[in-house]
Nanobody, 119 residues
Framework: QVQLVESGGGLVQPGGSLRLSCAASGRTLSRYDMTWVRQAPGKEREFVAVIAWSGGRTGYADSVKGRFTISRDHAENTVYLEINNPKPEDTAVYYC????????????WGQGTQVTVSS
């Protein structure tokens, strides 16, 4: 079993920056692809970013490309999402998940962390 805990959310001004963390316990994340998804009020959950288990391949939603960066630290068993130049439309609950990006199967999920972008 893998337990995932997100942190780092909060209130950020447009144009600022924020780093979300997804820390794992119970098992190493080293063989799992990792993804960040988000859900805004009244909207469906949407893909944000993905990183392969090796860390060598990443992918982003068009809406965040060039502003968000996903990374992972195997030694810390943690995955990060760096949010730069956030916009109000980035306001959402952000979730991390571990699984297989090839099959689209995400076996483990965190509880989510709220990000609010507002001046």
């Amino acid at each position: 079993q893998v337990q995932l805990v997100e942190s780092g959310g909060g209130l950020v001004q447009p144009g600022g920056s924020l780093r979300l963390s997804c820390a794992a316990s119970g098992r190493t994340l080293s063989r799992y692809d990792m993804t960040w998804v988000r859900q805004a009020p009244g909207k469906e959950r949407e893909f944000v970013a993905v990183i392969a288990w090796s860390g060598g391949r990443t992918g982003y939603a068009d809406s965040v490309k060039g502003r968000f960066t996903i990374s992972r630290d195997h030694a810390e068993n943690t995955v990060y999402l760096e949010i730069n130049n956030p916009k109000p439309e980035d306001t959402a609950v952000y979730y991390c998940a571990a699984g297989d990006s090839n099959t689209g199967t995400w076996d483990y999920w965190g509880q989510g962390t709220q990000v609010t972008v507002s001046s």
